[in-house]
C-alpha cells in the first residue's frame, strides 16, 4: 500500500504577524518545486487567517493545534472544530503530549476532540507517545497501545485520521529513539489500529514520527517501513530546515 509522506509542522506557540506570514509563504514557494510529499503546517490560532492567504494557489494544508469538542457554545477561550473549518482547516492536531501535560488532557478527552474535528470533515493528527520514565520500564509499547485504544475514535478511517508517534523525552531535546526503536513502536501501532479499525484501514493510515526530527536525521526515520511522515516541531520554524527535511528524505 503507497501512503504518502506527510511532512507536517507544528509551529506550537511561536510566530507574530509578520515572521508568521513570512514563514508560510516561504514553505508555500518552496512547496511548489516538491511532488513527492504532502504538506501541512499547523500555525497557532493566531496565525492561521494569515497562513491561510499565504497559502494560496500552493498544496501545502492548514491546520490547528488543537480543538474543542463542542461546535459552538460557553466554552471561554476555546476554538471548535466548525471555526477552524470556516477558517480552511483540513486539519487539527489533537493529544499533543504538551496539551496532555500542561492541559491535563486525557485519552477520553483526546478522542472526544478527534471525533468532533473528524465530524466535521477535518482530519485529526492523533499524538501518543511515552515518557522517559515509561520507555525506561519497558512500557512504551504498552502505553502507546492505551493510547491508540483511547484516543483513536471508532469509526476513524484513512481519510480523517493521522498517527503522530513522538516519544515525550524525544520532544524539543535533539535526543531520538533509534530508526529500529521507531520501527518497532509504529509497527506495533499499526497492529492495534487493525484490530480497532480494520486491517485495510490500518494499512493505509499515516503514522507520522516525531520528536527533534531534523534535515540530518530525517531521511533515516522517514525511510522505514512504517513510518509515513514526520511531525516538526523546532525545525518547522525556518523554512529552509522544513524544507531540507522533506528533500533530504521524499526526493
Ligand atoms: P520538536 O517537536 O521537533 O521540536 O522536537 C515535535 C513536536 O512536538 O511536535
Same mark, same amino acid.
Do not use: W
Given at each position: 500500500m503507497e501512503r504518502r509522506l506527510l511532512i507536517a509542522g507544528n509551529w506550537k506557540m511561536n510566530g507574530l504577524s509578520k515572521d508568521g506570514l513570512e514563514l508560510a509563504k516561504g514553505v508555500a514557494s518552496e512547496s511548489k518545486k516538491l511532488d513527492k510529499c504532502d504538506f501541512l503546517i499547523c500555525p497557532p490560532f493566531t496565525l492561521i487567517a494569515a497562513a491561510k492567504k499565504a497559502l494560496? @494557489?500552493?498544496?501545502? %494544508?492548514? @491546520? &490547528?493545534?488543537?480543538?474543542? $469538542? &463542542?461546535?459552538?457554545?460557553?466554552?471561554?477561550?476555546?476554538?471548535?472544530?466548525?471555526?477552524?473549518?470556516?477558517?480552511?482547516?483540513? $486539519?487539527?492536531?489533537?493529544?499533543?503530549? *504538551?496539551?496532555? %501535560?500542561?492541559? @491535563?488532557?486525557?485519552?477520553?478527552?483526546?478522542?472526544?476532540?478527534?471525533? &468532533? %474535528?473528524?465530524?466535521?470533515?477535518? +482530519?485529526?493528527?492523533?499524538?501518543?507517545?511515552? +515518557?522517559?520514565?515509561?520507555?525506561?520500564?519497558?512500557?512504551?509499547? *504498552?502505553?502507546? +497501545?492505551?493510547?491508540?485504544?483511547?484516543?483513536?475514535?471508532?469509526?476513524? +478511517? =484513512?481519510?480523517?485520521?493521522?498517527?503522530? =508517534?513522538?516519544p515525550v523525552w524525544a520532544i524539543g531535546s535533539g535526543k531520538t529513539p533509534t530508526p529500529a526503536e521507531v520501527e518497532e513502536v509504529h509497527a506495533a501501532v499499526r497492529k492495534v489500529l487493525a484490530k480497532k479499525l480494520t486491517k485495510a484501514q490500518a494499512a493505509k493510515i499515516r503514522i507520522l514520527y516525531g520528536g527533534s526530527v531534523k534535515p540530518n536525521n530525517a531521511k533515516e526515520f522517514l525511510s522505514l517501513e512504517d513510518v509515513d511522515g514526520a511531525l516538526v516541531g523546532g525545525a518547522s520554524l525556518k523554512v529552509a530546515d522544513f524544507m531540507a527535511i522533506a528533500t533530504n528524505s521524499c526526493c
Open positions: 494560496r @494557489g500552493s498544496k501545502v %494544508a492548514l @491546520g &490547528a493545534q488543537d480543538v474543542h $469538542f &463542542a461546535e459552538k457554545g460557553a466554552h471561554t477561550g476555546d476554538i471548535s472544530p466548525l471555526m477552524l473549518k470556516d477558517l480552511g482547516c483540513k $486539519f487539527v492536531i489533537v493529544g499533543h503530549s *504538551e496539551r496532555r %501535560a500542561d492541559h @491535563g488532557e486525557s485519552d477520553e478527552l483526546v478522542c472526544k476532540k478527534a471525533k &468532533a %474535528a473528524q465530524e466535521q470533515g477535518l +482530519t485529526a493528527v492523533i499524538c501518543i507517545g511515552e +515518557t522517559d520514565e515509561q520507555r525506561t520500564a519497558g512500557k512504551t509499547i *504498552e502505553v502507546c +497501545t492505551k493510547q491508540i485504544l483511547g484516543s483513536v475514535p471508532e469509526k476513524s +478511517t =484513512y481519510r480523517n485520521t493521522v498517527i503522530a =508517534y513522538e
